[in-house]
């Protein structure tokens, strides 16, 4: 088998992405990375174990992406750029007829808001043009969702309830800095909390219900209420579901800052006038911010992700939790980066690796628990996000 991909987004992603598919020759037979700084680029390039070529575009504009595709011929795109990106990316993909994956969800730039809607909407459009596209094949959307099929598949006849649990242990030494790029991260946060039981969605204020978690490998964490993408594919596929929340820690350090920070208004999104010219808080913000990339030579600990069901199997109530550890440094050591890209960037090769195998095939606009889980899971052991089960282990009420 000889194909080639073209990976779109050359920042902390996008590095563990090519190091990772550079791994894999017998799959990947040539990379192509392309992000709108060509030296971001050619310096990830100058770094990996084997030949990348590298060109610059800007994704924002469908017209450049689609000539970029078509000077290349890739058979699949990975887009580990921004979430803003998504739509031009999967317009070119549609006019040149390849497949495309992504690990986020498309957000309109003036507005934090997270749904499957504008993509999904491209459901028929794919479909007609014989065409794949994987929609959130990160951590989280990614491998909490194939966890959820897994479970689906191996372990239950209904899954009551769902808790996703996402905790970063780790320690970078800085003052305040986020794991990846951190526009989309701080607009991810400081939105409202919401989950979705009994088939309503019920809202909360952003970071108002706390909960002390017990984490695998890592001890007790103060872990907080948020809504995630994923929960909005998950409540279609998974059968029997009454609830399904996220919960993600935070530090009481980063949730000092972060409120300083929303007090002052440095993390508005809209225009605001300065100096006579325009300019956006949070962008302004970013560009003042340590890059993602940075953290990892400093980076200690672990994080742990994974996903608590409760639930029926053969008429007794069954409780587990499958989830994932790593450790900052030793991913460091690998590929150049911290955990948090790197537990994005591994799922993101072998979601395109099921693609050009064929094992995952389908014409349209799919989420990723609704392929086979197993052949997935299997890649997660070999390809470095090795996976454990704890039975009886549930979040505490
Ligand atoms: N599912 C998950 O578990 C998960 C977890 C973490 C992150 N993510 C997603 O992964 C993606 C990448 O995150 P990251 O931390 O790697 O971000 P990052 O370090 O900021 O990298 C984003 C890259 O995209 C490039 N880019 C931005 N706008 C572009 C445009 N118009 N055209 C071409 N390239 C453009 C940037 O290029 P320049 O540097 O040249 O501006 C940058 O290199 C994000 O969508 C994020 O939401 C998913």
Redesign the pocket.
């Known amino acids: 088998m000889s194909k080639k991909v073209l990976i ?9 992405v090519v190091h990772k598919c550079a791994q894999v020759p017998e799959v990947f037979s040539e990379i192509i990375l ?8 050619d310096a990830i390039a100058a770094n990996a174990a084997r030949p990348v070529r590298t060109d ?6 469908a017209s ?2 689609t000539a970029l595709i078509e000077k290349y011929r890739p058979d699949v795109v990975i ?8 739509l ?1 990316i999967m317009d070119a993909c549609l006019e040149t007829g390849t497949d495309y994956l ?3 969800n498309y957000e309109p730039p003036e507005e934090a808001t997270f749904e499957y809607k504008w993509q999904w909407a491209y459901h028929d459009r794919f479909k007609d043009e014989g065409i794949m596209a994987l929609l ?9 969702n194939v966890f959820c099929a897994y479970a689906q598949k191996h372990y239950y006849d209904e899954i009551h309830t769902v808790d996703i649990v996402d905790c970063n242990a780790g320690e970078h030494g800085r003052a305040f800095a ?8 701080i607009r ?1 946060v400081t939105q409202k909390g919401r989950y979705w039981e009994n088939g309503q969605w019920v809202d909360v204020d952003p970071l108002s219900v706390r909960k002390d978690i017990d984490y695998p490998q890592i001890g007790r964490r103060a872990s907080y209420l948020m809504y995630h ?2 929960l909005e594919s998950l409540v279609r596929h998974i059968k029997g579901l009454k609830r399904i929340r996220f919960w993600m820690t935070f530090s009481e350090q980063y949730l000092t800052h972060l409120r300083v920070l929303e007090n002052v208004g440095m993390t508005r999104i809209d225009e605001v006038e300065f100096e006579g010219r325009k300019i956006v808080p949070l962008k302004f913000l ?1 560009a003042l911010l340590p ?3 940075s953290l990892g030579p400093t980076y200690t600990g672990k994080t742990c ?1 994974g996903v608590m069901f409760d639930g029926l199997k053969d008429g007794r109530r069954k409780q587990m939790m499958i989830y994932n550890s790593c450790d900052h440094a030793k991913c460091y050591q690998e590929v150049g980066a911290q955990a ?2 790197y ?3 591994v ?2 090769m072998i979601g395109a690796k099921m693609m050009l195998e064929g094992t995952w095939r389908g014409a349209g606009v799919f989420n990723i628990e609704e392929f086979d889980p197993d052949p997935f899971m299997a890649d997660l052991n070999q390809y470095g996000l090795p996976w454990e089960i704890v039975e009886g282990k549930s979040i505490e009420l």
Do not use: H, M, W
């Not at 779109?8 to 563990?16: D, P, Q, T």
């Not at 887009?79 to 998504?86: G, M, S, T």
């Not at 959130?136 to 909490?144: A, M």
């Open positions: 779109i987004g050359a920042g902390g992603v996008g590095n563990v392309a992000s709108r700084t060509l030296a971001k680029c610059q575009v800007d994704a924002n504009d450049q992406v887009n580990v750029a921004l979430p803003y990106q998504d031009p992504d690990t986020a959130g094949s990160g951590f989280d959307p990614g491998v909490t986020t794991n990846f790029n951190p526009e989309i991260n991810e993408e994923e970013k890059d993602p990339g992700i948090v890209p537990t994005t960037g799922p993101a």
